[in-house]
Every structure is written in structure tokens, then in C-alpha cells.
């Protein structure tokens, strides 16, 4: 009993004198704020927590979002027995435990049971194979947690078994809404600017707000008690003094979120785009080889043959990255970002790839034809190796009419000419030229072996 009630004060001293952003977890789902897609009235996993007809959910989320939060609530309202473990520390054996006091749990008492596993991306795949039966029965509702995206962390086995939602990080309303509780909570108040600050500058992470907010009335609080005030009053200076430096959130699913935002923003010419996807990527650590590579394939991708220029100056800058290296090395992904998302646009030689590489799989492809064929060893004239070739350079302008393609795709058109910067050139050029082809005399006399 002693231990008890030691436990129940040291429990009503963490409430009073913990984190803040403790101190302020919802007690219900109503409370939580920023995900009403959700658990608005009547949305999907509201809907199934008031039914108590919750089966296995992967939450998808940031950081700050609220996921150890609402699978709290959930275990509240559920029936279900809560078996809270972190996928960090937690072990093959922890989880065979957990399925021997369900298989308990549901024999004597009939109570299920809710296992909560926190960032669950950090399992290893026989860890989370060991899993798999209880889930797959449903002896175990699992609840994971996770800030990757589990399409590339969690085994396809488990996510076909379970539910996936996704929390969405916090917007300006939701934030604010934090800040004012958390102020309350300090008794404390602040300037508009002060909160604006906290709130634009925590990256829609909820429990970083509610930190940086906790400093912030501590610094407004040694300041009045200098100035021998008694009221706390936060001021833009305070969370200015508590953030110190905006977080840049850049886990796996960022890399790829940001990378495709940064292609498709120079794609899309938006050069204010691209340079600000490039300056979260650097500024998150992120390899700036890796950067350089992104760069040098959109050159060929997305610009192409419009500036061909532009996959040389790519080049340029990925080998200063290996020359100069980081930090100075930005200024040259930055000039190469502009040049590309500036440049005129044409992805007719990748197109035509794509074209060609589809017809290779899928049609008969034929010989090469013999006036193509190697002529350069003996006995290749005996077999007709080379017969009928005609030399480009032999003939005005270096072109002459001949055909290239099997015999078999003879008519295929692969390359669609674009009209942008310098394609539009070479195509005019292109075409005054192009005609139709008729196919190689094979007793033509043979001017070029090349």
C-alpha cells in the first residue's frame, strides 16, 4: 500500500513539474488538435475507436504530431488491454512475451489486448515476422508508430494486415491553439509576434512548440523577476532566445519528398522553388553528391536537347562538389539549379528511350542489317557484311538516305522532335533533309566501312 500511494505522489509531482508538453497531453480525443481528418466526427479512425472496432493501424506521422498521444486514447477507450513497447530497445522475446499474456489475458478474462510499438520502422524484418501471427489472428492489435514512410520500412506482410492512417503535420491554427493552452498552463501571456515567431518556426511539430515555449517563459520570467515585475508576459526576444535556429525535419521520407519536389520544381521553371528545396536538402545534411546526381540526370530528362549545354554545366557541378566539396560547393549546385529550372524544356530524347526500349521488349526485333554489320574482318565481304553501305560523309552535307532500323520496325518513329531552344534548331536542320528512306541496294558499291 505504502508503495502505492509513494507511486501516486511521485505521478502527481511529474504532472505538476514535468514537461510541458506533458503536461498538456489530451485527455481525450476531442483534445487533439491538427488531426480532424481523423477523429473529426464521424472520420475513420474516430469512427472505429468509439465502435471499439479498432484491428491493426500503422499512424504515419512527423515528428510532434500526436501518434504516442492518440494510441494513449485509443487504449482508453478500448476494452483492450494497453502493452505499450519501443521498437529501439524492445527484442524478439519481448514480443513472444506480449503474445503469451494475450493468449492469457484472452483465455481467463476474454480481454483483448492493444500493443502499442513505438517507431516501428526501427524492427527489424524478423523482428516484425515475429509479430505477424498475433496480428494475423488478431490476438494482438498493434498499434505502430512511425515517421518513415512504412511502405519502405514496414514488411508488405504486416501493412496488408493493418490499417494505415496518416497524421499530417500541424498547421498555423492547431499550433496557435497549443501556444494558448501552454501559456495558460505557465500562466503566463505574450505578445502576438511571440507566438507567431514559436509557431512558424517549429516545423508543425506540436511538442517542439510546447519546449521552445516552456523556455521562452523561463526567460521572460528571469527577465521580470530583474525588472521586479510579477506578471510572466513573453516577448518577441524570449522565443527568439528559445528556438535559437529553425529545425529542419529531413527523415528517409523526406529525402524523397524534397528530392521530388526539387526536380519537379526545376521541371516546372520555378527557379524560387528549386533554390528553396536545394536550401532544405543542404541545410538538413543532406550529400551533396546526391544532390549533384539529381541534377545531372534532370539535365538530360527534363531540359535535354533544348540546352544541351545544360547536362555539361550538370557535370561541371557535380565534379566541384568532389573538387571543392561542401561548403563552398553549394554556390555551384545553386548555379546549376537556376541554369536548369531557367533553361527551355524538352524530354523528347528520354521519351523516345522509353519508346524504343518498349518495342525491343515487346515486338520482334530482327537482324541488323546487313549493310550495318561489322565489315572489318576477313571473309565479312563473303558474307555480304557491309554490302550496299553508303558513307555519310561521302555525300553533300554528310547525310544520305539509307535505312538504319531492322527490317522489322523499318517504320517505327521513336524520337518525337520538339520545338524548344536549341531542338527547334536542330530539328529545322533535321528535317530539311529527312525524307522517305528507301530501303539499301544491295549491289550498290560499298564507299564507307564505318
Known sequence: ???DLFAAAAQDRLAARGPLADRLRPRTLDD???QD???GAGRPLRALVDADRLSSVILWGPPGTGKTTIAQLIATASSKAFVPLSAVTATVKDIRDVTAGAEQRLGGH??????FLDEIHRFTKSQQDALLPSVETGLVVLIGATTENPHFEVNPPLMSRSTLFRLHALDQGALTTLAERGLA?????A??????????????DGRHLLTSLEVAVALAAGRTRTAGATAVHVELVDAEGALGASPVRYGRDDHFDVVSAFIKSIRGSDPDAALHWLARMLDAGEDARFIARRLVISASEDVGLADPLALVIADAAARAVEFVGLPEARI?????TVHLALAPKSNTAYAGLEAATSDVRRRPVGEVPAHLRDAHYQGAASLGHGRGYRYPHDHPGGWVAQQYLPDELADARYYRPGVNGAEGRLVARWRERRGDIPAPDPDAEQTGTR
Open 185 to 189: 498552463a505557465e500562466s503566463a501571456t
Open 1 to 3: 500500500m505504502a508503495d
Open 110 to 115: 476474454g480481454q483483448g489486448t492493444i500493443l
Open 37 to 39: 481528418h481523423l477523429l
Open 191 to 204: 505578445d502576438g509576434d511571440a507566438v507567431e515567431h514559436l509557431v512558424q518556426r517549429c516545423g508543425g
Open 332 to 336: 555551384n549546385l545553386a548555379q546549376v
Open 32 to 34: 487533439v488538435v491538427g
